[in-house]
T-cell receptor
Framework: DAGITQSPRHKVTETGTPVTLRCHQT?????MYWYRQDPGHGLRLIHY???????DKGEVSDGYSVSRSKTEDFLLTLESATSSQTSVYFC??????????????FGPGTRLTVL | KNEVEQSPQNLTAQEGEFITINCSYS?????LHWLQQHPGGGIVSLFM???GKKKHGRLIATINIQEKHSSLHITASHPRDSAVYIC????????????FGEGTQLTVNP
């Protein structure tokens, strides 16, 4: 295992409330990613980070923000949760070691339900 | 049309059968990944390849760069192979980012 955890693992919240999901790694990987997984879609990139304080948008970034203040933590925030953000969220990491530098390792996922 | 297309979407096999899952993509790539998602939801990387063929146990992955196509084969399938298999590509201009197919749900019956 690549030493990657997500918290919380399950969350139920109400529309309009803020939500923060945390991804924590112990492997010193450079890159970190947040994906969402929904039926009928493949994994879709929300935001990613290529270093401390360096982040960029993915293909479904609207309604989400991220922060990475230290190498090991990547936070995903839903400022005002909507029902369309009900999904399973995966964090992934890459960018350490050879030959696996470009291989992505995934966290266990967070199931978020917005009522 | 999605950048990454997998077929079939669903596949049911009997234990012992040879299984093939296909992946086609429409962009130039620097690498293609095959991943497995267990029924409990965990995702693990199976292969990362940019040419030729790789083998690990009963799993074989091949890629044809000119035809923009990859296949994942499972020999002597077993019920524990039941999972979703996901193809993903790293585009030539995408840096470290991956684009994923929707996955193939494989069920192997005893």
């Amino acid at each position: 295992d690549a030493g990657i955890t997500q918290s919380p693992r399950h969350k139920v919240t109400e529309t309009g409330t803020p939500v923060t999901l945390r991804c924590h790694q112990t492997e010193n990987h450079r890159y970190m990613y947040w994906y969402r997984q929904d039926p009928g879609h493949g994994l879709r990139l929300i935001h990613y980070s290529y270093g401390v304080k360096d982040t960029d948008k993915g293909e479904v970034s609207d309604g989400y923000s991220v922060s990475r203040s230290k190498t090991e933590d990547f936070l995903l925030t839903l400022e005002s949760a909507t029902s369309s953000q009900t999904s399973v969220y995966f964090c992934a990491i890459s960018g350490s070691g050879y030959p696996s530098y470009n291989e992505q390792f995934f966290g266990p996922g967070t199931r978020l339900t917005v009522l | 049309k999605n950048e990454v297309e997998q077929s079939p979407q669903n596949l049911t096999a009997q234990e012992g059968e040879f299984i093939t899952i296909n992946c086609s993509y429409s962009v130039g790539i620097s690498a293609l990944h095959w991943l497995q998602q267990h029924p409990g939801g965990g995702i693990v990387s199976l292969f990362m390849l940019s040419s030729g063929k790789k083998k690990h146990g009963r799993l074989i992955a091949t890629i044809n760069i000119q035809e923009k196509h990859s296949s994942l084969h499972i020999t002597a399938s077993h019920p524990r192979d039941s999972a979703v298999y996901i193809c993903a590509v790293r585009g030539e201009t995408s840096g470290s980012r991956l684009t994923f197919g929707e996955g193939t749900q494989l069920t192997v019956n005893p």
